[in-house]
Nanobody, 122 residues
Framework: QVQVVESGGGLVQAGGSLRLSCAAS????????MGWYRRPPGKQRELVAT???????NYADSVKGRFTISRDSAKKTVYLQMDSLKPEDTAVYYC????????????????WGQGTQVTVSS
């Protein structure tokens, strides 16, 4: 079993900051990509940012320059620093982790957390 747990969501005023954390645990041999996604009210889930094991990052255009993704591979944890928040950033934020569970596994499994609510008031 693999557990993925997000934390750090909450209510913040526009222009404020929040830092999300996501920790993976359980039967994990290695982790490749780690990422954040969000589901705004009444909309479909969308990519926010990803980071691969080598450190390369990718961001949605809507968050470039405001959000920063980082990871601590030793702790199997990924972070999302969110600055200059806007009301349109309001969403449930989900963490996804691509894991290989065993040394002889030949495939990666994407594991998801339950989500954490971020609400930005105007």
């Amino acid at each position: 079993q693999v557990q993925v747990v997000e934390s750090g969501g909450g209510l913040v005023q526009a222009g404020g900051s929040l830092r999300l954390s996501c920790a993976a645990s359980g039967s994990i041999f290695s982790i490749n990509a780690m990422g954040w996604y969000r589901r705004p009210p009444g909309k479909q889930r969308e990519l926010v940012a990803t980071i691969i094991s080598g450190g390369s990052t990718n961001y949605a255009d809507s968050v470039k320059g405001r959000f920063t993704i980082s990871r601590d591979s030793a702790k199997k944890t990924v972070y999302l620093q969110m600055d200059s928040l806007k009301p349109e950033d309001t969403a449930v934020y989900y963490c996804a982790v691509d894991v290989r569970r065993y040394p002889d596994s030949t495939y990666w499994i994407q594991e998801w957390g339950q989500g954490t609510q971020v609400t930005v008031s105007s």
